[in-house]
Nanobody, 119 residues
């Protein structure tokens, strides 16, 4: 089993920055990659970015490319999401998720952290 805990959310003014953290524990050696998602009230969950645990290869949605950056610290079993130039429409609950080797989808999720961007 893998456990994920997000942190770093909060209230920020438009144009500001936040860094979210996703700390993994348990059988972390089984993790192939970790992704960040968000869900705003009344909207579907949205993919933001993901990073491969071993290679570091990373991908980001066009909607956040250039503003959000995903990174990892393997020694700390932690994945980060650096968010800059935040907009009110970035307000959402942000989740990290892990996809294990051999799995085709993300099946381990954190509890989420709230990000609120005020105008």
């Amino acid at each position: 089993q893998v456990q994920l805990v997000e942190s770093g959310g909060g209230l920020v003014q438009a144009g500001g920055s936040l860094r979210l953290s996703c700390a993994a524990s348990g059988r972390t050696f089984n993790i192939y990659n970790t992704g960040w998602f968000r869900q705003a009230p009344g909207k579907e969950r949205e993919y933001l970015a993901d990073i491969a645990w071993s290679s570091g290869n990373r991908y980001a949605s066009d909607s956040v490319k250039g503003r959000f950056t995903i990174s990892r610290d393997n020694a700390k079993n932690t994945v980060y999401l650096e968010m800059n130039s935040l907009k009110p429409e970035d307000t959402a609950v942000y989740y990290c998720a892990a996809r294990l080797f051999g799995m085709s989808q993300y099946d381990h999720w954190g509890q989420g952290t709230q990000v609120t961007v005020s105008s």
